[in-house]
């Protein structure tokens, strides 16, 4: 039906190459995952939920949000590192296979001079896939949650 399929869309990651955006914000760290993992085998959970906020997105004026973008920066061993994470000091130089996420919003969302932007992210687990899932919030307004139980896009194992 055409109703999910414009859902599906908008609840869908894309890799993309970010390009023609405004960056509105620092980046921040959202999840970290250890290898190997400290308390295996007795203990593996890969499922995460951050929340990161933001004040003062575009100055002045306030800022209209389309989308989240996401990056990922892995220590290999040591001092060696693969990162596309902007501004980094670890940045992989000429990573053309390695893109971000692009998480888009279903409805833009206007963050006033001044108002806080929070961003409320799950990474979900279950036996057989791995999805995400995402909203946003202001003071004066609260996104649906994106992708619930994986139902536009998920990753399979």
């Given amino acids: 039906n055409n ?3 414009g859902l599906k869309a908008m609840e869908t990651a894309y890799v993309v190459k970010l390009h ?8 921040q760290q959202c ?8 308390d295996w085998p007795n203990h593996i959970d890969n499922q995460r939920f951050s929340v ?3 004040t003062g997105l575009g100055g002045e004026q306030g800022a209209t949000v ?3 973008g996401g990056y990922f920066e892995s220590r290999l061993y040591g001092d060696v590192f693969i990162s596309i994470l902007p501004g980094s000091p670890n940045y992989s130089e000429g990573m053309f ?3 971000p996420l692009y998480f888009p919003l279903r409805n833009p969302v206007y963050a ?3 108002e806080k932007l929070r961003v409320h992210m799950w990474r ?3 036996s057989s896939r791995v999805w995400y899932e995402w909203a946003v919030s202001t003071e004066h307004h609260v996104s649906p949650v994106h992708n619930p139980n994986g139902r536009s896009y998920w990753i399979g194992l």
């Fill in 3 to 5: 109703k999910f399929e």
């Fill in 20 to 27: 023609n955006v405004v960056q509105l914000a620092d980046t």
């Fill in 31 to 38: 999840f970290e995952f250890a290898h190997p993992n400290p």
């Fill in 52 to 54: 990161r906020e933001w």
């Fill in 66 to 68: 389309h989308g989240l």
């Fill in 97 to 99: 296979s390695w893109f």
């Fill in 112 to 114: 006033a001079p001044g």
């Fill in 124 to 126: 979900m687990v279950s």
